[in-house]
């Protein structure tokens, strides 16, 4: 069963606007979520992370929202960039010792 | 090195031939992660290695994958018997320990496997 899900697979936004990506989950005992980039021809890399015990994190132009309440966390990029186009996955933790668990990923595209 | 290394970056084989993909991780980084990403799908676990403990080969899709890791650094994933559905890129990635969420992963550039 996918425990983290992101139900969009593609995503369009012009270049300037605010770009939305949204995961869900399914575990409660998640503790830490992370997304990560990734472009064409090579690996994800980190962008930003959020605990569970806090429900907003920023890190310059990119937000995380965590909703425990609804098991949903979405990844706010403003203004959106043409270097933004990539894949987004979101990832989750159980704790300190355990592998992450993936979502499928939400290939971001900016329109100029 | 500063990085993950994979190698080859890209690999073409027959049907039915054997192919070995390495994985070359961050010196000091003790567990290290196999994933194949198929064409318009996510991260697939494959397996993964920490230390000295047993690897977590639960994502192996079937006998026909396994993998190794020799003293605690680099991996080779074999594949035998190549079919088509095996055409994907295989990603390897590492971290400080495993707890991905604290120490973070990084992940090599792929190697993109085609088998025609």
């Known amino acids: 069963d996918q425990q983290v899900k992101q139900n969009s697979p593609s995503l369009s936004v012009q270049e300037g606007r605010i770009s939305i990506l949204n995961c869900d989950y399914t575990n409660s005992m998640f503790d830490y979520f992370l997304w990560y980039k990734k472009y064409p021809a090579e690996g994800p890399t980190f962008l930003i992370s959020i605990s569970s015990i806090k429900d907003k994190n920023e890190d310059g132009r990119f937000t995380v929202f965590l909703n425990k309440s609804a098991k949903h966390l979405s990844l706010h990029i403003v203004p959106s960039q043409p270097g933004d186009s990539a894949v987004y996955f979101c990832a989750a933790s159980l704790d300190s010792n355990y592998q992450l668990i993936w979502g499928a990923g939400t290939k971001l595209i900016i329109k100029p | 090195g500063a990085g993950v290394s994979q190698s080859p970056s890209n690999k073409v084989t027959e049907k039915g031939k054997d192919v070995e993909l390495r994985c070359d991780p961050i010196?000091?980084?003790?567990?290290l992660y196999w994933y194949r990403q198929s064409l318009g799908q996510g991260l697939e676990f494959l397996i993964y290695?920490?230390?000295?403990?047993?690897?977590?080969k639960s994502g192996l899709p079937s006998d026909r994958f396994s993998a190794e890791r020799t003293g605690g650094s680099v991996s080779t994933l074999t594949i035998q018997r190549t079919q088509q559905e095996d055409s994907a890129v295989y990603l390897c990635?590492?971290?400080?320990?495993?707890?991905?969420?604290?120490?973070?992963?990084?992940f090599g550039s792929g190697t993109r496997l085609t088998v025609v």
């Open positions: 010196s000091g980084h003790t567990a």
């Open positions: 990635a590492s971290s400080l320990a495993l707890g991905g969420a604290y120490y973070g992963y990084t």
């Open positions: 290695f920490q230390g000295n403990s047993a690897p977590d």
